[in-house]
C-alpha cells in the first residue's frame, strides 16, 4: 500500500470515526432522539394515568358526600345486606394508614426502567470507532480489488 493510499485509510477512518460519532449521539444517546421519544411516550401514559386517576377521585367525593349522612349509610349497608330492621350501623374511616399509593410509585417505577436512557459517550465513541474501522477495511479492501482488475 502506497502513503497516499495510507493517508486516504486515515482521513476516511478519522471523518468516518467523527461524523459516525456525532449521528450516533444524536441517536442513541442520552440526550438523543430515542431517549426523547422514549421519554414523550412516557409523558403521554403518565397524563392518562392522570386524568384516570382524577376522574376516581372526583368519583370517590361524590360517593363520600352522598355517603356522609346517616340515612345514606342505613341505605347501603341495608342494600347489601349488612343490616337488618333494627340493627345499629358503624362507620368507620381510613386516618390514612392504609396502603394507598404503592401501586402508583410501583407502575412509575416499572415505567422508569422501561425508559430507554441512551447510551453514554464513551459507549457511542467505541461503536463509532468500531463502525469506522470496519468501514475503513472495506473501502481499502475494493480499492485493492478495483485497482487489481484495472
Known sequence: MNKSKARKCGLIFTFSTIL???ILLGLLGEEG???ARSIRRDLEH???RQEALVLQVDSLEQQNTLMSSQDALKDAAFRFGYQAE???VFYFTDDGDGEYGHQEEDTISKMESQ???GFSKPWIALLSLAFSAIFTIVWAVGTQR???HR
Open 20 to 22: 459516525l460519532y456525532f
Open 46 to 48: 403518565l397524563r392518562q
Open 146 to 148: 478495483r485497482d487489481r
Open 115 to 117: 425508559t430507554f436512557s
Open 86 to 88: 333494627g340493627e345499629q
Open 33 to 35: 432522539f430515542l431517549h
